[in-house]
């Protein structure tokens, strides 16, 4: 396929955006290296709308960015359910997770496990972490850069160094801070591009907006009859609603980029302010998305044509670089860059969380705050570059069959933690031998319905493979010996008393 000119004008608006990107890590560089307390949590200073709008973009990444609009214009808006599924949860977060978060003012999630489960289950939750993102890094700068430079003449080697390196700056300068109010730009900008893109293909489409209100409801292309049977060849809603339900306990409740979050506030009730604020982005973005794939779909029925054999996967990028003004079309392709980078900045900051607190501050010596800082910014250096590189070699061999096995088998183990944690929230007895058989039954089973399970959905996996990790920790603990660890104000039996646990991070004498 012949690819277009990205122009002089796109670059100018794309290295703008990048500069501005850069200019918010280093406004926030003196007060990110105070101490790790400030580089990881901001010190809980952030105002809850910042830290909802973080948590949004952080969710978000370009991948889902350009493959909603794409899901929406091959078929239908049924996994917009998804969406759905985390206002659902947020009731729950509030009242049975995020009190324990809060109470134990913890910088890692995966300090819970330690409190409830003892030191082993932290530090395989951390790491499980710390292996998925490391990969999940690589696939957030290599998919959209592919997706871009397989319709444009930019050269993909130049994108994922200028995306992927300047990440890497802002975030080691700025640290959590810097990540949140960049996140919150960066949300600013994906959604104000997805608007445009709407706004300019609707107006630009013979017939305008009741051409594609028609032929939405004629080819089915919003949400049909067919899309409540169990049974039906369409997305099953019920079924995706219910498996997503899970997927979201595991982001929100097991991933330390997300619960990370909730200490950015300083307060309980500011923390549910950022949660609702994050779920009200999501239901207004929802529409936006999916209604960008509908308008996809009529706009190349009646104002263009796609190339024949085209990848679909590349259609946003496409419509925006053959389509849309100069300047104009590099501002939405910075959007695409900004939905990738919020995603990496969180997961690079996250990522030097875990090693940090969950195994340097846990395991050995703590030097100074300022030497500690300094530590957790060389984690985001290594962590980048390794990031970065491998997005490199997934370009260079244009093949990522190995790293998505990577990706598959440290994802397999995502939404059995969260059965983890909802074992150890829920249940009294559940002991770290039986959260151990859990986590392994978990991803044997999800690995089992991804290899030989045919055309199983992938959320009936996520359904299945969190009830087993978490019957299965609940019933395997009853084979080991009943431990007497003091889980006072852990469970939701004592939500509302203080937990008699102490941090083994925070009454570490800190050397001069």
Not at 81 to 93: E, F, K, M, T
Not at 190 to 199: E, H, K, Q
Request: with cysteine; aromatic share 16%; net charge positive.
């Amino acid at each position: 396929m012949q690819q277009v000119g990205f122009g002089a004008w796109n670059w100018v608006a794309l290295f703008i955006y990048l500069f501005i990107m850069l200019l918010v890590g280093a406004y926030f560089t003196k007060r990110a290296g105070k101490n790790t307390e400030s580089f990881f949590t901001a010190s809980g200073r952030l105002p809850s709308w910042a830290v909802g709008f973080s948590i949004y973009a952080t969710t978000l990444s370009a991948i889902t960015y350009m493959s909603t609009p794409e899901k929406a214009f091959l078929t239908d808006w049924s996994y917009i359910a998804g969406n759905v599924a985390i206002i659902a949860i947020i009731p729950l977060l509030i009242y049975f997770y995020v009190p324990f978060f809060k109470k134990l003012k913890i910088t890692s999630a995966y300090e819970y496990l330690e409190a409830r489960f003892g030191p082993s289950i932290r530090v395989i939750g951390s790491l499980l972490f710390v292996l998925f993102h490391l990969g999940r890094i690589a696939i957030v700068i290599y998919l959209p850069t592919l997706a871009i430079t397989s319709v444009s003449d930019m050269n993909p080697y130049l994108v994922v160094t200028l995306v992927g390196l300047l990440c890497i700056v802002y975030t080691f300068l700025g640290g959590f801070e810097g990540v949140v109010w960049s996140d919150f730009i960066q949300g600013v900008i994906l959604l104000g591009g997805a608007i445009l893109i709407i706004v300019l293909g609707i107006i630009y489409m013979p017939g305008g907006f009741h051409i594609m209100a028609h032929d939405a409801i004629e080819h089915n292309k919003v949400i049909s009859a067919d899309n409540w049977k169990i049974n039906s060849a369409a997305a099953a809603i019920p079924v995706i609603f219910i498996g997503n339900i899970f997927n979201n306990l595991h982001q929100y409740t097991a991933s330390q980029d997300v619960v990370q979050r909730y200490q950015a506030s300083p307060s309980f009730k500011e923390t549910v302010k950022s949660l609702w604020t994050n779920g009200v982005l999501v239901i207004i973005s929802a529409p936006i998305f999916y209604g960008m794939g509908t308008m996809l779909y009529s706009f190349y029925r009646h104002a263009d044509s796609l190339p024949k054999g085209f990848n679909t996967s590349s259609i946003v990028p496409y419509f925006v670089l053959t389509e849309m003004p100069p300047f104009v079309g590099g501002i939405v392709i910075a959007a695409i860059f900004a939905a990738a980078q919020s995603t990496i900045s969180s997961s690079l900051n996250s990522i030097s969380a875990c090693l940090s607190v969950d195994i340097k501050h846990r395991f050995f010596s703590k030097r100074s705050e300022k030497e500690e800082v300094k530590f957790a910014r060389w984690v985001i250096i290594i962590a980048g570059i390794f990031g970065y590189v491998m997005s490199l070699y997934l370009i260079a061999s244009n093949s990522n069959d190995l790293w998505d096995l990577f990706l598959l088998i440290t994802g397999l183990f995502g939404v059995p933690l969260a059965g983890v944690f909802a074992v150890g929230i829920f249940t009294k007895r559940a002991n770290s031998f039986g959260i151990i058989v859990g986590l392994i039954l978990g991803a044997i089973v999800a690995y089992t319905m991804n290899k030989f399970g045919g055309d199983n959905s992938p959320f009936i996996v996520s359904i299945l493979s969190f009830v087993i990790a978490f019957g299965a920790s609940y019933f395997a603990s009853f084979l080991a010996p009943k431990y007497n660890k003091d889980i006072t104000g852990l469970t939701i039996y004592e939500k509302n008393k203080p937990s008699t646990y102490i941090s083994k991070v925070k009454n570490t004498e800190a050397k001069a």
